[in-house]
């Protein structure tokens, strides 16, 4: 095996992982934002909300909690525990 061959696939495996690592943040941020009742007004809010929304797309609504913040943050944080278990886990399957 050629050095070059371990260390592709080592920056390969750091890539994916950086990205899962992204993804779940903003699905993080948006629970937070949603939690504190950030101002929907703010563009920043907005983009987080919207692109929390787009990655979160097959899990929001999945649960029919009563309360609102219950669905956002079981939908909303399954996702984030699925792309961070899903990439680091495809992360370390090309790491090895």
Do not use: K, Q
Request: glycine share 10%; proline share 1%; net charge positive.
């Amino acid at each position: 095996m050629s050095p070059r061959t371990g260390n592709g696939s080592n920056t390969a495996a750091r890539v994916i992982a950086v990205v899962a690592d992204i993804m779940a943040f903003i699905i993080g941020l948006w629970i937070l934002m949603y939690l504190l009742d950030a101002n929907r007004g703010n563009d920043l809010v907005e983009f987080v909300r919207h692109t929390a929304r787009w990655l979160a797309g097959w899990s929001y609504d999945l649960f029919t909690f009563d309360e609102a913040w219950a669905r956002v943050v079981a939908g909303y944080g399954l996702a984030a525990v699925v792309y961070l278990f899903i990439g680091h886990a495809v992360a370390g399957r090309i790491r090895h």
